[in-house]
């Protein structure tokens, strides 16, 4: 019989006595923690592109970008989740929306705030978007991967019952062993696709290539990984017992990589 290891990590890095007035109960988190990690590395990314004079961009200008990717990013989570996963219940909430201490950010929202975001700067200080969006999207693994790492110690987001040797029980999953899909989606999502990523950026391939690159990536390994991870229990599958939100939206990124590669190659041909 195997010995499945019983998840008991704990989600905080420390917290404060519950007797402190005002203050008591407050945790610093690990997946918070992961958040900063990736600003910090997207930080030194790009001052380092413009150190090297691979990226035209005064330093004005990073700092104002950088700003403007936090926000979108959070926002862009935030909403997202909130649209995406639990419309219902936030539509007759709508003060817990800004609860965000309660948990629910979303990849694709993230994204989508970014791009968004992203845009309105790029034509504020006249950059182009797509040249601008491939350094970004070079980087963007190594956020995924923290993120998902966070994810495993938090115990959430666990994946689909299994009989595998390195199954794990989560506290809030049952007395089962279930994929640890965090760990997969860090590894793949991280560690493969960044790996992808640099390879493409030492080529000095075109932004339009890179993003499109990334969204197709990022779209088909999330596909994938929707098989062995636990869907939201709110929404369940969306179609045919096996088709999760994830999928629907990884498959729209999918189809706009291809997109921009297909426009960006017919450009070479014409």
Known sequence: MLLYWTHNLKPYIFKLPEFLPLIG????????LAYVLGFLVFNYWIKYLIKTKQLKMTTDQFESFFMTLMLG???????????????????????????????????????????????????????SYLYLAGFTMT????????????????????????????????????????????LYEA??????????????????????????????????????????????????FIFFNWVTMGQILSIFMVIIGLILIFYKNKQKTT
């Not at 693994?141 to 009989?163: C, Q, S």
């Open 25 to 32: 109960g407050f945790q610093i988190r690990y997946y918070a």
């Open 73 to 127: 990013l959070i926002v862009g989570a935030r909403i997202g989740y909130c649209l995406f996963y639990n419309f219902l219940y936030y539509f007759h909430n709508p003060i817990e929306i800004l609860m965000t201490w309660h948990g629910g950010m979303s990849f694709h929202g993230g994204l989508i705030g970014c791009l968004i975001f992203g845009y309105f700067f790029t034509r504020k200080h006249k950059i």
């Open 139 to 182: 980087i963007a693994p190594v956020g995924l991967f923290f993120g998902r790492v966070g994810n495993f110690i938090n115990g959430e987001l666990w994946g689909r019952t299994t009989d595998i040797p390195w199954g794990v029980i989560f506290s809030d999953g049952g007395n089962i062993p279930r994929h640890p899909s965090q």
């Open 187 to 236: 590894l793949l999502e991280g560690i493969v696709l960044f790996g992808i990523m640099i390879l493409l950026h030492r080529k000095k391939v075109s932004g339009a290539i890179k993003t499109g690159t990334f969204l197709i990536g990022y779209g088909s390994i999330r596909i994938f990984i929707e098989f062995f991870r636990q869907p939201d229990k709110q929404l369940g």
